[in-house]
Structure formats: structure tokens, C-alpha cells
């Protein structure tokens, strides 16, 4: 039998209720499908500090790098935000990304079809929305030094460098060009090369890259029209190949798109070894504890952990699969609530997951 060793990073905040769901999931499918998971847990983020005082320990990097894939819910809580800067809990999911070298953050964002109503945009804006984010990330100004403040003179400053070399945009936009090879083969890079330096390397490197493949159709935006364009028009894109900061920002904006953030899987890769699998929201600590979270961008993100770490496509499309059976018969959480939905709790929820399995 196929054995699967998954570390899973339950977090911080709405962190452990998701995950509850997901490990559910997981050990249905494996019921299902005849493979054997081992899923260990570890500490990771806020509740990692509290332990040993690092977000991410060293024991849980070693584990994660010698797991198949690993499952990360969400880490982070104001109460660490007065904290040196190394020891929060957003600086121990850099370190894991840092760690795992991985470099390629995909975001897919898509429309549930039960789900047309529930965004705040137009549904005829929304309806044939399919796109993907592939956000490079573990460099650019998330990483780039020198950065630092100064604070010991009258008036204070801080500054931070976004840099990139063109190998780190060379392997970003591989990816990129990968993933729209399955596609419709269009790709939209997104800079800021009208006034940055790094993004005029990045626009001419990814030309460069991209000319390489005659079928792959580029455009270039900047990214202030591309925030623009995806709220006017989102389904004109395809592939949205951006860095790391502006990756982190056009994919809030188009997870808001699908109705939720509570929606939205993503999947961080490197050419080799372990991938982390994780939703795109953040620990809510507001709801934390209340039963009340919309775990399905976890379970999205245990489907294309499914899918792309372990190679486990059918168990992956039955999650997708469930997920869309249980919202087209009107079961939301909270953050999708309209007149018409049967109002469930996270557990309730994935209760219904996992009887579609
Ligand atoms: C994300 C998050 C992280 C990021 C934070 C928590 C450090 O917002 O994955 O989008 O900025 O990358
Ligand atoms: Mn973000």
C-alpha cells in the first residue's frame, strides 16, 4: 500500500478548527483509496513561540523536509505584533518558505458556480472567471537587504530593497510557463517597470524566457492596472505571473472575486522535495475558537496537495467535487451567508464534506 507521510502546521487562530476538517478529509480518502497516511503535527507560528520560542523551530523544519508534502493552516495573532521582528509568527512562515526553497506560490482562483451571487462583484463580471496567480516567493523585497531601520537619530527612518536576480525571475517564469502550457497558453506578467529598476529586469527577463515558446502568448501590465483590470474585467486573465509583493496583494484582491477569501487554496513548490499546501487567508483570530470559520480553502489546498504533491488525482477531484455538491444544495458558513443558505458551523460543514466523499 501507498504510504504518504504529511506534516501538518495546524497554526494559529481559526488554525486548529480548519484542520480538524482537512485531517478528516484526508482519512476518509485514504479509506477510499487504498493509501496509508501518516499525518504528523507539529509546531509552527504563534503557538510555536509559546513552545520554543521560535515560529518556526528547527525540529519542525526537519520534519517538514523529510515529509512528502506538508498542510499549513494559518499562523499569526496581534498579541505577538509587539515581538522583535525574527520571532513573529509571519517570520516563521518566510522561514519555512525560505527553508523548503520554494519559490513558485500558485494561487488558482476560480468561481464556484453556487457561489456567483455571493461576491461583491457583478455576476456577469465574474461568471467566467478562471485564472491562476503564480506569485515568486521567496524573494523581492520580502528578502531583499539591506533593510533596517534606524531609529537613534532625530528623525527616525526604515527602509527595505526589493531585489531580484534574473535566475530567480528565470525559474519563476519556467513555472509560469509550465503551468500555462496546460492552459490557454497566455501569460500576464505583472510589474512596475515604468518607474523600478527590478521590474524592468523582471519585464525583459521574462520576455526573454517567455520567447523561448512559440505558442505562449505575454502581455504586460503594471501593477496598478492590473489591480484595476481584474476588478473590471477579471476573466481577460489567465496566468498572472508577479513577484512576491505584488503577488501577495493581486491575490487578495482576486480571492474577493470568488466570494470569499475563505475560498481560496494555494500551493508553494520548488523544482524538488516537499511542497506546503495552505489557504490563502490568514488565522482570523476574531472568529478564532467559535466554530464559525469556512474551512474549504484548507480542504482546496489538501486537494492540490492531493493533486500535486502526492499524485493522488481522483481523491483530489473527489474534495473538489464534494465541495461543490455541498455548496449548490445551500450550505455556507458565516463569511457566505445570504437569504436563502442553511447557515452551518465549520465542524457541520465539513460533516457535509465529508459524507459527499
Ligand atoms: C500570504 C500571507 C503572508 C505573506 C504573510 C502572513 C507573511 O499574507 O501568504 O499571502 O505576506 O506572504
Ligand atoms: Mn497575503
Redesign the pocket.
Same mark, same amino acid.
Do not use: C, P, T
Given at each position: 500500500m501507498k504510504s504518504y507521510k504529511i506534516v501538518l502546521l495546524s497554526g494559529d487562530g481559526i488554525g486548529p478548527e480548519i484542520s480538524e476538517v482537512s485531517v478528516k478529509i484526508l482519512k476518509k480518502l485514504s479509506q477510499k483509496y487504498a493509501f496509508d497516511i501518516d499525518i504528523k503535527e507539529e509546531y509552527f507560528g504563534g503557538i510555536a513561540y509559546e513552545k520554543h520560542k521560535d515560529p518556526a523551530p528547527e525540529v519542525t523544519l526537519d520534519q517538514c523536509k523529510s515529509s512528502d508534502a506538508v498542510l499549513l493552516a494559518c499562523v499569526?495573532d496581534a498579541k505577538y505584533d509587539s515581538l522583535p521582528r525574527e520571532l513573529r509568527p509571519?517570520s516563521g &512562515? &518566510?522561514k519555512l518558505r525560505s527553508a523548503l526553497n520554494l519559490f513558485a506560490n500558485i494561487r488558482p482562483v476560480k468561481i464556484r458556480k453556487s457561489l456567483l451571487d455571493s461576491s461583491s462583484l457583478k455576476k456577469e463580471i465574474i461568471e467566467n472567471v478562471d485564472l491562476i496567480v503564480v506569485r515568486e516567493l521567496i524573494g523581492g523585497i520580502y528578502f531583499g537587504k539591506p533593510r533596517g531601520q534606524i531609529t537613534n537619530t532625530e528623525i527616525k527612518k526604515a527602509f527595505n530593497t526589493m531585489v531580484y536576480d534574473s535566475s530567480e525571475i528565470e525559474r519563476i517564469t519556467e513555472v509560469a510557463v509550465k503551468i500555462a502550457n496546460q492552459r490557454s497558453k497566455k501569460i500576464c506578467s505583472v510589474d512596475k517597470a515604468n518607474v523600478l529598476e527590478v521590474s524592468q529586469l523582471w519585464r525583459d527577463t521574462v520576455l526573454a524566457v517567455t520567447s523561448k515558446y512559440k505558442d505562449i502568448n505575454l502581455s504586460n501590465l503594471y501593477v496598478d492596472n492590473a489591480a484595476m483590470q481584474l476588478v473590471k474585467e477579471p476573466s481577460q486573465f489567465d496566468v498572472i505571473l508577479t513577484n512576491n509583493l505584488f503577488g501577495?496583494i493581486l491575490?487578495d484582491l482576486a480571492a474577493m472575486i470568488t466570494g470569499s477569501i475563505g475560498m481560496l487554496p494555494s500551493a508553494s513548490l520548488n523544482n524538488k522535495g516537499p511542497g506546503v499546501f495552505e489557504p490563502?487567508h490568514?488565522s482570523a483570530p476574531d472568529i478564532a475558537g467559535k466554530d464559525i470559520a469556512n474551512p474549504i480553502a484548507m480542504a482546496l489546498s489538501t486537494s492540490m496537495m492531493l493533486k500535486i504533491g502526492l499524485n493522488e488525482k481522483e481523491a483530489a477531484d473527489d474534495i473538489e467535487t464534494a465541495i461543490d455538491n455541498v455548496l449548490s444544495k445551500g450550505y455556507r458558513t458565516l463569511d457566505l451567508k445570504n437569504e436563502n443558505c442553511q447557515l452551518l458551523s465549520c465542524k457541520e460543514i465539513g460533516e457535509k464534506i465529508i459524507q459527499e466523499i
Open positions: 499569526g509571519e &512562515l &518566510l501577495d491575490s490563502v490568514g
